[in-house]
């Protein structure tokens, strides 16, 4: 069983707050990913990592940022939260050479 | 680049019966193949994926799979459904290349709403 874990999991939070979702992985795998998730629809990459120190924005465009300073620990910053950031937000990470990803719970984010 | 389409965005069906959630892919470049499923309130988790070899793929809980490589499809089946299947389920392709990293490329996701 995968090891990853997201908190909050649940988050309200007003127009204009700076926000970090946290996602961390006990599991040892080199690529991380953020995924992003509306009500009903599918998910999209919006970050993804494949070691210490290497970020990329994914296929949606995005004005969260991620860090990776840890192995197991892979941040999403929100500097000014709005209302449009509604949203899940999903973490995943799997192995190099592998090709299966291993989810998060998730967090839901609900910006007034 | 790659796309998947579900064709299905909800089904509903009687417990015990059987259900089939269709997945079409388009892609230039050969794919790794896979079905989450997501339940109220919870990340994905992985039910089965084809990687290679045998088209007909096995997966938790009793699902399976067919790769059908002319049609570009990836078809998820169980042949008797419970009440606890509720729940959406994706259909995610990756590239089989190294530069890819593993990336997936999500279907809508279909809705199975299973009633007793």
């Known amino acids: 069983e995968a090891d990853i874990y997201q908190t909050p999991r649940y988050l309200v939070i007003g127009t204009g707050k700076k926000i970090t979702l946290e996602c961390s992985q006990t599991?040892?795998?080199?690529?991380m990913y953020w995924y992003q998730q509306d009500p009903g629809m599918e998910l999209h990459l919006i970050h993804y990592?494949?070691?210490?120190?290497?970020?990329e924005k994914g296929d949606l465009s995005s004005e969260s940022t991620v860090s990776r300073i840890r192995t197991e620990h892979f941040p999403l910053t929100l500097e000014s939260a709005r209302p449009s950031h509604t949203s899940q937000y999903l973490c995943a990470s799997s192995r190099g050479g592998t090709e299966t990803q291993y989810f998060g719970p998730g967090t839901r984010l609900l910006v007034l | 680049a790659q796309s998947v389409t579900q064709l299905d965005s909800q089904v509903p069906v009687f417990e015990e019966a059987p259900v089939e959630l269709r997945c079409n892919y388009s892609?230039?470049?050969?794919?790794?193949l896979f079905w989450y499923v997501q339940y109220p309130n919870q990340g994905l988790q992985l039910l089965l994926k084809?990687?290679?070899?045998?088209?007909l793929v096995k997966g938790i809980n009793g699902f399976e799979a067919e790769f059908n490589k002319s049609q570009t499809s990836f078809h998820l089946r169980k042949p008797s459904v419970h009440i606890s299947d509720t729940a959406e389920y994706f259909c995610a392709v990756s590239a089989k290349i190294k530069a890819a990293g593993n990336k997936l490329t999500f279907g809508g996701g279909t809705r199975v709403l299973v009633k007793p």
């Open positions: 084809y990687l290679s070899g045998s088209t």
């Open positions: 892609s230039s470049v050969s794919v790794y």
């Open positions: 990592s494949y070691g210490v120190n290497s970020t």
């Open positions: 599991m040892g795998h080199d690529k």
